[in-house]
């Protein structure tokens, strides 16, 4: 299955679902078929070269299905239309937390003998919509796969050599547990630390006297709320623990500082310093 043409059906096609049919249009030979409700984003996906066609009614002819939806109607946007698919086809989605993901639709994929790989491209935009989308969104990128112990070793393949068709960096292959674990730590808790950041009071004036330092930090404050709302509270007992860290962390330093402790503070500092020096990029 791997080295064969694939038909492609891509549902949601905001920025990862437009970006994912822009890139493989453009990087592989494999048909795809746009999914969306909004029959103007459809037309400018055609018109875009982004699909080969669009439709739910194609929906019978995919090899593999990519839901790119945001969480809750990812589940219930397999809910509605699994009956449609082919037993055998292989579906997956690009959801940022993956255990009440896998744990809905592995028992529906089964019940309609369908194939779930768990997914999650790890790369993005601060603006959506498929006005944003993009072929080069991934390059360069990693790509998170959930697949259970049990399932097809040519099922996770099949998304694996996509994922590196269309320029990513590698496949990172793990439990839907420990990514949400970890993506509580490289992806959440940054948009929570951006967040209140931005809400200081010293912000709105912050032209004229910021520069990389400013931007680096803030950048990921402008969120859909919407969606990190539901990711938040899917991965609650991890994200939470990522923001009682931070809190210690933050209240050391803070101390250090009221306290005119130098040495404690260099210590602080330095703690850092040498952390992020430890781990690689």
């Known amino acids: 299955m791997d080295d064969k043409k694939?038909?492609?059906?891509?549902?949601?096609?905001?920025?990862?679902g437009g970006s994912l049919a822009l890139a493989i249009k453009g990087r592989t030979c494999h048909t795809v078929i746009g999914i969306d409700?909004?029959?103007?984003?459809?037309?400018?996906?055609?018109?875009?070269?982004?699909?080969?066609?669009?439709?739910?009614?194609?929906?019978?002819?995919?090899?593999?299905?990519?839901?790119?939806?945001?969480?809750?109607?990812?589940?219930?946007?397999?809910?509605?239309?699994?009956?449609?698919?082919?037993?055998?086809?292989?579906?997956?989605?690009?959801?940022?937390?993956?255990?009440e993901i896998v744990n809905s639709l592995e028992p529906l994929c089964r019940d309609y003998g369908l194939v779930f790989v768990g997914g999650h491209p790890m790369a993005g935009k601060e603006k959506?919509?498929?006005?944003?989308?993009?072929?080069?969104l991934f390059l360069d990128a990693y790509y998170i796969l959930t697949p259970s112990s049990g399932v097809n070793p040519e099922?996770?393949?099949?998304?694996?050599?996509?994922?590196l068709s269309i320029g990513c960096k590698d496949v990172t292959i793990t439990t839907p547990e420990n990514h949400d674990r970890m993506i509580a730590f490289t992806s959440q808790l940054?948009?929570?630390?951006?967040?209140?950041?931005?809400k200081s009071p010293c912000c709105p004036g912050h032209k004229g006297f910021s520069a990389g330092s400013y931007r680096d930090v803030s950048r990921v404050a402008s969120v859909d709320e919407r969606l990190w709302a539901e990711?938040?509270?899917?991965?609650?007992?991890?994200?939470?623990?990522?923001?009682?860290?931070?809190?210690?962390?933050?209240?050391?330093?803070?101390d250090a500082i009221a306290s005119k402790d130098r040495d404690k503070l260099e210590e602080v500092l330095r703690?850092?310093?040498?952390?992020?020096?430890?781990?690689?990029e």
Do not use: Q, W
């Open 128 to 136: 959506s919509g498929f006005a944003n989308a993009d072929p080069d």
């Open 190 to 198: 940054p948009h929570v630390l951006a967040g209140a950041y931005v």
């Open 155 to 163: 099922a996770v393949n099949l998304i694996k050599n996509l994922a």
């Open 6 to 16: 694939l038909t492609i059906a891509i549902a949601g096609m905001g920025l990862i």
């Open 231 to 254: 990711l938040f509270l899917m991965n609650f007992d991890n994200i939470c623990g990522e923001i009682d860290t931070l809190i210690s962390n933050l209240k050391e330093c803070r």
């Open 37 to 99: 409700r909004d029959s103007e984003v459809l037309k400018n996906v055609l018109s875009s070269g982004a699909a080969d066609k669009t439709g739910i009614e194609h929906l019978n002819e995919a090899d593999l299905l990519i839901i790119a939806l945001p969480p809750i109607a990812t589940i219930e946007f397999l809910k509605n239309h699994a009956h449609l698919l082919r037993p055998g086809t292989v579906v997956t989605d690009v959801c940022g937390v993956k255990r």
């Open 271 to 280: 703690a850092g310093r040498l952390r992020k020096e430890s781990v690689s």
